[in-house]
């Protein structure tokens, strides 16, 4: 489950889905019981992060087999050849510049303190006014939601379940478990 990383060595990710040699999809789960405050922010810092780091190391060919060839590192880092096609932003995946699926899923304890309003801190700038009066889950509701649109991830979602039991539930629907994997079985048929 390891990827090598661009702004850090490796990454150790949940699953990764490689058909001859191809990257075709990588996913980061994730869950939280309790510990909603901080834990949530340090989440959503490596959700980002982890999404960076693989798009960066994407654009530098980190998973082709030219790197796995032995080809110089430093050569890894140009951002164009001379016979390269200029309407590519990333030239060496001529022959397929179709980047991964990546995908991330977060379950959240369903439990009052996750569910209820949560005050913000706004000392020197006012916060996003959908932030003002949500709950962990609301917040962790639009992480995914900006995930997405921001393309960081082809999908994201965020099932709430109780601690005891097997239920779940999502927000939305557009950031749900169904969601998420329709998305990815979209994209694995487009891949064959």
């Known amino acids: ?18 058909h001859q040699r191809r990257l075709l999809a990588v996913f980061e789960f994730k869950s939280q ?5 901080n834990n949530l922010n340090n989440r959503s810092e490596e959700v980002i992060g982890s999404a960076a780091d693989l798009w960066m190391a994407h ?3 980190a998973f082709s087999d ?11 880092y140009a951002d ?43 000392p ?6 959908e932030f003002r009066n949500a709950s962990y889950a609301q917040r962790c509701q639009i992480l995914c939601e ?4 921001r393309h960081l991830y ?8 109780p601690r005891s039991t097997r239920e779940h539930r999502a927000l939305s629907a557009a950031t749900s478990l169904r969601s998420l994997f329709k998305e990815f079985a979209g994209r694995m048929l487009a891949s064959v």
């Open 146 to 149: 900006r995930l997405a649109e």
């Open 33 to 37: 019981v309790g510990s909603f405050g």
């Open 66 to 76: 030219r790197i796995a060839e032995g080809e110089a590192a430093a050569s890894s």
């Open 59 to 61: 654009h530098h060919h």
């Open 80 to 122: 164009s050849e001379p016979d390269a096609d200029p309407g590519l932003l990333n030239p060496s995946l001529r022959s397929d510049p179709r980047p991964p699926f990546l995908g991330w899923l977060m379950l959240l304890e369903d439990c009052p303190a996750s569910n209820s309003p949560v005050k913000v801190q706004e």
């Open 124 to 129: 020197h700038y006012k916060v996003f006014d």
């Open 154 to 161: 082809a999908a994201a979602a965020l099932e709430l379940s």
């Open 1 to 18: 489950m390891v990827l090598p990383g661009f702004f850090r060595a490796t990454k150790n990710w949940d699953v990764l889905v490689i």
